[in-house]
């Protein structure tokens, strides 16, 4: 039998690996498109099958609210339901504990949603959360967590890595089938003790993988590299690492380097339903007049559909006219530009080049705020060797 994750080539702390579940073979470092609510806003399965994704992510706690855990069951579960053949992860409902804090209280034993739509009240509790997520059919499960934001002080950050380890082991008991797999939950801010406390406690639990949590949540940029490279020494190195909420191009060449396979985040779709488009230099704003009379593809010799068929031009004047083809047209290529680019990465690990890769890349991709993402940049570049020595 197939083992569910394997690892193939590493280069330094980077690696490519192969998940197999389900019959269906997920190679790794990978990107998960958000279909938070059973969709990825303005894509069809289709299309997302065209471009290459066989894994994407949706949320439990915006299925409990809309459309309902029952209804879904009703309907044969989440992928028959929005006609998807591939796999689906499912997050818990522990980050909307974060982004809907006024909404929200955390107690000892779950976390009590007030509904975003009608008000509501939804009590998420570890064993039901897993009971909803296999009711669904997950194929990765989360169990419940407790993030918070970043600036929380040390006693916070304990005591919600505690209760996160106590609701892993109430989620490890609650499952009736090893048909869909369990993914701890490291908490701990940017604490790296607190971290280290965490992924003692939850490696010792019989997870089939293991995520960081908690980055991501406004906290700089130094500041979440660290705590990815202390990932290495932490984390088993024969199952998968899952970086939370992690999307842009940049970061997560950077957090494959520091030995993350798995990846998820609505940035790629939502910039791009506002006009940003991910290319080989950097994010441009579609909307810019400069892009008005250019007849050329978002990107040269790029194939996805969107590149294909379509002029800048004509991108621009969508997103002018506020025509809805625009945002489907720009969600696909930054999506396929993300699936390329796991693909590249993947060639770089196996040839052992990876590095050099990095440097390249940050080199010369420009992002928004320019003049300190140079700046990390060039802390980047400068401290390959020192990085590299901690890994």
């Known amino acids: 039998m197939e083992p569910f994750f394997k690892i193939i080539n590493v280069d330094n702390a980077s690696r490519t690996g192969v998940i197999h579940l389900k019959g269906i073979n997920i190679n790794t470092p990978c990107f998960m498109p958000v279909a938070t609510q059973a969709s990825v806003k303005s894509l069809d399965s289709f299309e997302l099958k065209e471009i290459g994704y066989k ?14 855990i029952n209804y879904l069951h009703k309907f044969g579960g989440i992928h028959k339901f929005m006609n998807w053949d591939g796999l689906i992860l499912t997050d818990s409902g522990g980050f ?6 006024h909404r929200v209280k955390i107690r000892n034993d779950g976390i009590i949603f007030k509904s975003h739509l009608d008000g509501k009240e939804i009590y998420f509790k570890p ?37 996160t380890y106590k609701w892993g082991k109430e989620s490890i008991s609650a499952r009736t089938s090893s048909s869909s797999k369990l993914f701890g939950i490291i908490q701990g801010g940017n604490n790296l003790q607190l971290r280290e406390i965490s992924a003692k406690k939850m490696t010792q639990l019989d997870f089939d993988g293991f995520a960081y949590g908690g980055l991501s949540v406004g906290e700089d940029k130094d500041l979440m590299i660290q705590t990815q490279i202390s990932a290495n020494r932490l984390l088993p190195e024969d199952k998968p690492r899952y970086l939370m909420g992690i999307g842009s191009p940049e970061d997560l060449v950077r957090s494959i380097y520091n030995g993350f396979d798995m990846f998820d985040c609505v940035l790629p779709t939502r910039i791009a339903r506002n006009g940003s488009l991910f290319t080989n230099n950097g994010r441009i704003n579609i909307f810019n007049s ?88 060039s802390k980047w570049i400068e401290s390959k060797g020192r990085i590299k020595n901690k890994i």
């Open 127 to 163: 064993k039901e959360v897993i009971e909803y997520q296999e009711n669904i059919g997950s194929n990765i499960m989360m169990p419940l967590d407790i993030c918070l934001p970043k600036g929380s002080n040390e006693n916070k950050l304990m005591e919600a890595l505690e209760t």
């Open 55 to 68: 894994l994407i992510l949706s949320n439990i706690y915006h299925m409990a609210v809309r459309p309902g």
């Open 290 to 377: 400069k892009y008005k009379n250019l007849d050329k593809p978002i990107v040269l010799n790029c194939e996805c559909y969107s590149c294909h068929n379509y002029s800048v031009a004509y991108i621009h004047h969508l997103f002018k006219a506020k025509e809805l083809l625009g945002y489907r047209i720009a969600s696909i290529h930054n999506l396929a530009f993300l699936y390329n680019l796991m693909n590249e990465i993947r060639q770089h690990i196996k040839n052992s080049d990876f590095s050099e890769f990095v440097n390249e890349f940050l080199s010369k991709y420009k992002v928004p705020n320019q003049k300190v993402q140079q700046e990390q940049k």
């Open 96 to 101: 909307q504990g974060y982004s809907l804090a």
